[in-house]
């Protein structure tokens, strides 16, 4: 395949991904490898407020609070970024959520650790999280909107990368002989900050979207006649390394998709949902990026030492092997990228999920059975789990973001990616608030429920 972009449109959209996505997985999984940590911190606060300590059920709801208030924030910032869009540009808006995420960084470990504060710990994390609400939905989108057509989704895999690398480094470093000791913790929960100042610092000379530079020339009047000469075209042949008649021609077919979608006046939400082809894309986009979430990644996320813990593995070993499974995760993203161009994103996702689905019935089995030969089932236990990292992490992990954002045009695309913003935060939410209670219900046959979410899936994903 001949080259599309430019390297500038390359380091554009990675420096984009890597600033924002590898703090948000830091923060994600931040008050796991730090809870015993944060909860002396917490018994030591309410010392020195009232003279005593905190009891189990104090300290562990102070905590529940902590860890939830992220996704609490996702689900409001992933109603808001719709409002927002209206009001700013696409990088005025990422460059907002930077200054929110420099903000929370502070909160959580200057203004908790010398104000004896787990309310500012409390806050930072809800500030983190409406950032990352916003980000799924902004940062995909401008994507979307800088690189070709043919090349979204590849471009959009090194995100999800990044968070798996980015829960691998926190894990790492959340230990307590690294930085998740009783006196370095605040330096491990401002560290994410640290890429947020970065992009501040950069953040002038970042361009804005073509999409968005076409649409605020269209309703601008522009003093220039040829259309090859207006600013949204020079910004174009920056970012693509083709001659110039290939990018005039996408130039044309860019103009020619935004005019048509303007005549036929589905700019707003409710047109979107009252045309015929725009539903279609609007519905194919939910569904796309619903399928990553089906696989119960989430719950696997944020409960994998729990996990490991109840295969076998003794529990001063679980977040080692934690972190092992989140750096498999992002090497068979970056491994197996180039078969996204050779296969196609729809035929990677199928594969993915059918083989989760294989991969969680497994692990149920084996530990459903592992009372009858402890070592062999914990092995067996230990595979369904590589498996299962291994084909998430090559289907729906690696190619939902681009192929959603592949099927929509570019004026229906917004309101896909909130609408799907919003349906991907609920899901995570649902899922993380519900996995404690089901897997006390239910212990090892909770994974079924996400074999059953899957071919829920696949059936919408091929009909």
């Known amino acids: 395949m ?32 730090t809870d015993a940590t944060i909860s002396q911190f917490v018994n030591a606060s309410f010392q020195h407020r009232w003279n005593r300590t905190g009891d189990n059920e104090e300290v562990g709801f102070i905590m ?12 409001v910032g992933a109603f808001t970024i719709k409002f927002m869009l209206q009001i700013l540009s696409r990088q005025q808006n990422l460059t907002l959520l930077h200054v929110i995420f420099v903000v929370s960084s502070l909160l959580m470990s200057v203004a908790t650790k010398f104000g004896m504060s787990y309310e500012a710990l409390i806050v930072g994390r809800f500030l983190c999280g409406f950032s990352r609400g916003c980000g799924f939905t902004l940062v995909p989108l401008m994507i979307a909107e800088t690189t070709s057509r043919k090349t ?7 995100t999800l990368a990044i968070l798996q690398l980015g829960s691998a480094i926190s894990n790492f470093l959340g ?52 259309q090859f000469a207006r600013p949204s075209f020079n910004l174009l ?28 006046s589905q700019t707003s939400f409710w047109n979107v949902l009252m045309g015929e082809n725009s539903r279609r894309q609007l519905f194919g986009a939910i569904v796309i990026l619903t399928t990553l979430q089906s696989t119960g990644v989430q719950a696997v996320a944020l409960y994998t030492d729990t996990i ?14 934690t972190i092992g499974m989140f750096v498999l995760m992002a090497l068979v993203l970056f491994a197996s990228s180039p ?37 062999v089932m914990t092995k067996v236990s230990l595979t369904a789990l590589i498996l299962y990292s291994c084909f998430v992490s090559f289907g729906p992990m690696m190619c939902f973001m681009g192929f959603a954002t592949e099927v929509t045009t570019q004026l229906i695309r917004p309101s896909a990616m909130w609408i799907g913003g919003i349906v991907w935060n609920t899901m995570a939410s649902a899922i993380v608030w519900s996995t404690p209670y089901i897997l006390q219900a239910i212990h090892g046959y909770f994974y079924l429920v996400f074999v059953g979410l899957v071919i829920f899936d696949v059936s919408l994903f091929i009909f």
């Open 2 to 33: 001949p080259r599309i972009n430019s390297n500038y449109c390359v380091f554009i959209t990675l420096f984009t991904q890597l600033t924002f996505f590898l703090p948000v997985a830091v923060n994600v999984v931040a008050l796991n490898p």
């Open 64 to 75: 529940s609070m902590a860890k939830s208030m992220i996704l609490v924030g996702g689900l």
């Open 152 to 158: 979204i989704a590849l471009y959009q895999a090194p």
């Open 175 to 226: 230990l307590p002989w690294v930085l998740g000791g009783e006196q370095t913790w605040p330096f491990f929960l401002a560290m994410p900050g640290f890429f947020s100042i970065v992009y501040l610092i950069a953040s002038p000379m970042l361009p804005e979207t073509i999409t968005y530079k076409i649409l605020e020339e269209e309703n601008v009047e522009v003093c220039v006649e040829n």
């Open 237 to 264: 042949k920056k970012l693509r390394a083709g001659n110039l008649s290939t990018v005039q021609n996408e130039y044309i077919d860019m103009k020619m998709e935004l005019s048509a979608s303007l005549r036929s």
């Open 308 to 321: 490991f813990e109840e295969t076998g593995i003794p529990k001063n070993q679980a977040t080692y092997y």
């Open 339 to 375: 078969l996204l161009v050779q296969y196609g994103a729809r035929k990677m996702i199928l594969v993915g999920l059918t083989g989760a689905a294989f991969s969680l019935v497994l692990l149920t089995v084996s530990l459903k059975t592992r009372s009858f030969c402890p070592d």
